[in-house]
């Protein structure tokens, strides 16, 4: 059965023994957030989901913080009802290419609707007292980092919901060393939507929208079934109904309920939703801010929305974390529909592809189920580096690194990689760079556009295959002892070597 829920794959990983309860208190103010260092552990011991029972220097402190949900691949292969990671993303990549398996959203009354239990009408929003404030590191303001914003195309009622970053500005600091008005941290939050030029869907309708002075009605569903956040997460050509997807992974319609003051649809088990509009011009300068590079951005200007109604369920919980250097929690949940729409989209046109990879730094390794004289045609690992590039949805053409390996380098081990770039590749004649790629928006290394993010980068492409025709009529044969062998040398030393 589908998850119902966030709570139902946190009972999961429960189950498992992958999420524990955690009662020593633990800071997670702006002056002295101890999160950011409780993150770096959790993953250098690759250890499990927590909740976070008593946190310090915290707003609303009946509200536990949920850490750490999604920092394994195992855990991420999960959040769609799989074990095994290579199988959930080839889930993905199925569900992704075969629109028939696509479940259209139910609608369900409010009533029925447990992300209505508690309803604040806007006569008493005040963020700072009602939504749960965190801080990380040397970040200015808090951020929500697990709400799915829904908007509609303002020209032809088209949805789209994305797992975008939202700025609280209550209690934060001012990149520049001003101040933001008490209206703005009681009411408003800084939206990671790229509208000039329009960089992601959410920026293309508040393109449209401002670009007629109209406001935008949007909404942000925080801590919803994993799967309609994975979905969130993908990049689905402009047009097509994130809530669809979704439907298809969980093998079953989301269920959602009408917004209170907004005529938008949000998913009904959703712990918190966040109503209001983006006024045309209204903008604000936040930072800094931990990116998924690793690196702070330190002032993005990003535009405005002014919540108008906020609510919940009943003893809700919060999920936060951050970006920095990988790994880190939301890390590989973010990279299963990067691998899944490359992968889709290869696989549809190269039956030859077998697997896509994508490192947490962002590199991407594509695995060819052939190499050597058993390849199609010669270059046939360049014309790889270019089906990348040219790739449908949003993320292969941002891929600033790609490596094209074998059947026989396992692409998740950076080793085998390393040693196939040392031994089957010759700097000048197996490395394309293609000086006018798209930018991955977060990366330091590309120029800025006037928002404060890069839109264009340099990309290199590694083709690691082996260079059967290309450049020999054989190659040697590898020395490695067999997988099977060492597994069967392991048992029979497992009692003196432990």
């Known amino acids: 059965m589908p998850y119902h829920d966030m709570r139902a794959y946190l009972n999961r990983l429960k189950e498992l023994g992958e999420y524990k309860d955690v009662d020593v208190p633990l800071r997670c103010d702006r002056e002295g957030s101890e999160l950011q260092a409780l993150m770096r552990h959790l993953h250098n011991i690759d250890g499990p989901a927590v909740k976070l029972n008593k946190l310090e220097g915290y707003n609303t402190p009946d509200v536990p913080v949920v850490f750490n949900p999604y920092g394994t691949r195992h855990r991420t292969a999960l959040s769609i009802e799989v074990d095994d990671p290579l199988e959930a993303k080839l889930k993905l990549a199925r569900i992704l290419g075969d629109r028939n398996s696509w479940h259209k959203p139910r609608m369900v009354d409010a009533g029925d609707a447990p992300c209505k239990d508690v309803i604040i009408t ?6 700072g007292e009602q939504v ?9 303001p808090a951020y929500i980092t697990s709400g799915v914003a829904i908007t509609k195309d303002p020209e032809n009622g088209e949805r789209n919901v994305g797992w975008y970053r ?17 209206k703005r941290q009681q009411r408003d939050l800084a939206v990671f939507g790229y509208w000039n030029p329009p960089m992601n869907h959410i920026g293309l309708h508040i393109a449209k ?15 919803c079934d994993p799967a309609v956040h994975v979905a969130a997460a993908t990049g689905l050509p402009y047009g097509l109904d994130e809530y669809d997807f979704a439907g298809g992974l969980r093998g079953t319609p989301v269920e959602l309920t009408k917004c209170e003051s907004v005529d938008l649809e949000v998913p009904a088990t959703s712990e918190w939703v966040l109503e209001g509009v983006m006024l045309p011009g209204e903008e604000e300068a936040i930072g800094w801010h931990s990116n998924p590079v690793g690196y702070y951005d330190k002032v993005q200007t990003f535009p405005i ?11 809700p919980l919060w999920h936060s974390t951050m970006e920095m250097v990988p790994p880190f929690d939301h890390n590989y949940i973010a990279i299963l529909p990067v691998e899944g729409e490359v992968l889709s989209d290869l696989q549809h046109k190269i039956p030859e592809v077998k697997d ?7 590199m991407y390794v594509v695995q060819l189920s052939v190499d050597g004289a058993s390849k199609p045609h ?3 690992g360049k014309y790889i580096l270019h089906a990348v590039w040219g790739a449908a949805g949003r993320w292969g053409r941002t891929a600033k690194m790609v490596v094209v390996v074998g059947p026989d380098v396992d692409p998740y081990d950076l080793g085998q990689i390393e040693w196939a770039i040392m031994s089957r590749v010759q700097p000048k004649s197996d490395v394309i760079i293609n000086a006018s790629g798209q930018a991955f928006v977060l990366d330091p290394s590309a120029p800025k556009s006037a928002q404060g993010v890069p839109t264009q980068s340099e990309q290199m492409g590694i083709d690691a295959t082996i260079k059967i025709p290309e450049r020999f009529d054989d190659y040697p044969e590898v020395s490695n002892a067999d997988p099977a062998d060492v597994a069967a040398l392991a048992e029979k030393l497992r009692d003196v070597l432990g």
């Not at 749960?132 to 970040?139: A, D, M, Y």
């Not at 939202?166 to 008490?182: D, E, I, R, V």
């Not at 919540?307 to 369920?313: D, P």
Request: hydrophobic share 40%.
């Open 122 to 127: 806007e006569d008493q929003v005040s963020l």
């Open 209 to 223: 929208a401002w670009g007629n002075g109209q406001p935008l009605e949007v909404a942000i569903a925080i801590c």
């Open 132 to 140: 749960p404030h965190v801080w990380f590191g040397k970040e200015g």
């Open 305 to 315: 929305m002014q919540v108008n109604c906020i609510t919940h369920r009943k003893n």
């Open 356 to 362: 896509v990879v994508v490192t947490p730094n962002m």
């Open 166 to 182: 939202h700025t609280q500005l209550h209690n934060a600091w001012h990149p520049a060393g001003g101040s933001y008005s008490a």
């Open 378 to 380: 010669p270059e046939f």
